[in-house]
T-cell receptor
Framework: NAGVMQNPRHLVRRRGQEARLRCSPM?????VYWYRQLPEEGLKFMVY????????ESGMPKERFSAEFPKEGPSILRIQQVVRGDSAAYFC?????????????FGSGTQLSVL | DQQVKQNSPSLSVQEGRISILNCDYT??????FLWYKKYPAEGPTFLIS?????DKNEDGRFTVFLNKSAKHLSLHIVPSQPGDSAVYFC????????????FGQGTRLTINP
């Protein structure tokens, strides 16, 4: 499967626990983006990463959220001390480059539920 | 601050007829617009796009129209098919980064047989 792979598909956490969401971009893609979709809303940009670098994290909440894209392995979105308001679908996307007409390819998402 | 708005949460269309989905934006710096289609439990998939230098782009049954003066775009699907039933998101990008998309809230399209 050459698509964007996200896991887990569903993640249940209790308030105060940590959530780790993983994303493997499409083969050959070195640009990764995380988006969040709250219920009944559109997707909202969170962060843009390249290998070992955070390029734009202007959409990330200031606390508890972090992201990385190491030299080896998948990109990780980490949410510490989760709260009920973190319940959402988290989508990862990747692109080959950042040209103006470059398309994003999205994964199937991770549905995070905080009890 | 909703920069991209899809004011119709849902739309129901008869199979074979035309589906028209609308989208409005407020940021005049947007210069690239896209439509994504999303099925339940899947990620959005790219459908069609248009650059701000054009006013129309066509791909098979799908046509996107852009009216820059009105800051409005629309997606036309004709003829509509049952497999078109999905949520459609309008998205825009601009100087802030081509891949830093701003999405609308989505319109759920249902095609009735």
């Amino acid at each position: 499967n050459a698509g964007v792979m996200q896991n887990p598909r569903h993640l249940v956490r209790r308030r105060g626990q940590e959530a780790r969401l993983r994303c493997s971009p499409m083969k050959g893609h070195s640009h990764v983006y995380w988006y969040r979709q709250l219920p009944e809303e559109g997707l909202k940009f969170m962060v843009y990463l390249q290998k070992e670098n955070i390029i734009d994290e202007s959409g990330m909440p200031k606390e508890r959220f972090s992201a990385e894209f190491p030299k080896e392995g998948p990109s990780i979105l980490r949410i510490q001390q989760v709260v009920r308001g973190d319940s959402a679908a988290y989508f990862c996307a990747s692109s080959l480059s950042t040209g103006s007409n470059e398309k994003l390819f999205f994964g199937s998402g991770t549905q995070l539920s905080v009890l | 601050d909703q920069q991209v708005k899809q004011n119709s949460p849902s739309l129901s269309v008869q199979e074979g007829r035309i589906s028209i989905l609308n989208c409005d934006y407020t940021n005049s710096m947007f210069d690239y617009f896209l439509w994504y289609k999303k099925y339940p439990a899947e990620g959005p998939t790219f459908l069609i796009s248009i650059s701000s230098i054009k006013d129309k782009n066509e791909d098979g049954r799908f046509t996107v129209f852009l009216n820059k003066s009105a800051k409005h775009l629309s997606l036309h699907i004709v003829p509509s098919q049952p497999g078109d039933s999905a949520v459609y998101f309008c998205a825009a990008s601009g100087a802030q980064g081509a891949q830093k998309l701003v999405f609308g809230q989505g319109t759920r399209l249902t095609i009735n047989p």
